[in-house]
Structures are given as structure tokens and as C-alpha cells.
């Protein structure tokens, strides 16, 4: 995995609640077994009319939206467990996802393919919306070490909670297994101590 530890980027607002993981990545396209093809098909339905060509209404079409941080409505990530709508957010280009709430299940998911979930208050994410729609060139940070979350244009900030356990492994780019080999000489001196 990548390490994470600041980013500093635009956002692409997306003001929808109750965001399930199968308008996230349809079903239609699970079929695959690795990871490629994902990022093209997120929002597939949404993205899309159903004669193939671009809805110009969805904000990932809008072309005065850009960034690696999507900022979407309450409740993100409900409905099925499917790993796959972390993996479709993250081909497409996003490594941050903000919220006032987020699944569990995907939250998980996410936190294990790299993607950061940042839970902020719904009052910072509706003034994160209207900063976004007035100023789409609007720089937001978000610092894995603090916890923090700003608008760089106003200095308004708010702080979130990940996990300690999957922030250490975000911070160093460790999957579960990249962390027990990092732990390899505690582990040896432990089993040890125990003969």
C-alpha cells in the first residue's frame, strides 16, 4: 500500500445521501477478479445515461470539479459489504473520501485498500459543500497525524478519528501483513521467552 500522511487537494463535491456500494460499483461489474477496470465503472449508472453517453448533471463530469478528495452526502458507503467500491474510489483517483457518517463495512474497506474515510460534523461538511460550490478551486488538507482536516482558503478546520491500528498502517504503507513482518523481531523475541 502507499503510505499516507498529508494531502493537499481539490474535491469533487458529491451532495447525495444514503450513497450505497452498488451505485458506488454495480454489480454487473463484479465479475472481474483483480482489481482492473473498477475506476472506469464507479458511478457507472450515475455517470452515464443509459444511452452510453456522459450525464453532464453528475459532478464527476463537471469539469470545474478535480481533485483526489470526493466530498459526499451522509451515510456513505451503506448497503452490501462488496470490498469492490473501495477499490472502484481508489482506481478512479480518490484517496481521501469525506462524510458525516460512513457504512462500517466499507469504512473498513477502505481503511484496508489505502482509502482514507474522514467522519467530520454535518455542520463542517455543509460548510465544506458550500466552500466547494462557491470556489471549485478550493484546496482542502487532510493530515493523517493530527487528524485534521482544513480549508486551506478560510483556515477552517475540524479534527476526525481512525482507528490507531489502521492509521499506523496507513502512515506506513502497511497492509496486515507488511504490519506482523514489521513486528518479525518482537514476535522472535517473544516466542522465545516463552520456551
Not at 481508489?90 to 474515510?117: Q, R, T
Request: proline share 2%; charged share 30%.
Amino acid at each position: 500500500m502507499e503510505k499516507f500522511k498529508k494531502l493537499t487537494s481539490t474535491a469533487i463535491p458529491l451532495e447525495i445521501e444514503n450513497v450505497d456500494t452498488d451505485q458506488i460499483i454495480p454489480a454487473r461489474f463484479l465479475k472481474a477478479t483483480d482489481k482492473k477496470g473498477f475506476g472506469e465503472n464507479v458511478f457507472r449508472d450515475w455517470r452515464f445515461n443509459k444511452d452510453g453517453s456522459m450525464n453532464q448533471d453528475f459532478s464527476l463530469n463537471d469539469s470545474k470539479y478535480v481533485g483526489s478528495i470526493l466530498v459526499a452526502g451522509n451515510n456513505f458507503g451503506c448497503g452490501s459489504s462488496r470490498e469492490h467500491a473501495a477499490w472502484a474510489l481508489s482506481a478512479y483517483g480518490f484517496k481521501v473520501i469525506v462524510s458525516s457518517f460512513f457504512a462500517d463495512i466499507f469504512k473498513g474497506n477502505s481503511l484496508n485498500n489505502g482509502l482514507l474515510p474522514v467522519q467530520v460534523s454535518e455542520s463542517f461538511l455543509k460548510k465544506l459543500f458550500e466552500t466547494i460550490k462557491l470556489e471549485p478551486d478550493t484546496k482542502i488538507t487532510v493530515e493523517l497525524e493530527t487528524e485534521k482536516i482544513t480549508i486551506d482558503s478560510t483556515g477552517d478546520s475540524e479534527g476526525f478519528e481512525i482507528d490507531a491500528y489502521k492509521k499506523t498502517c496507513m502512515l506506513n504503507g502497511y497492509d496486515d501483513i507488511d504490519f506482523l513482518l514489521s513486528k518479525k523481531e518482537e514476535i522472535n523475541t517473544f516466542e522465545l521467552s516463552r520456551k
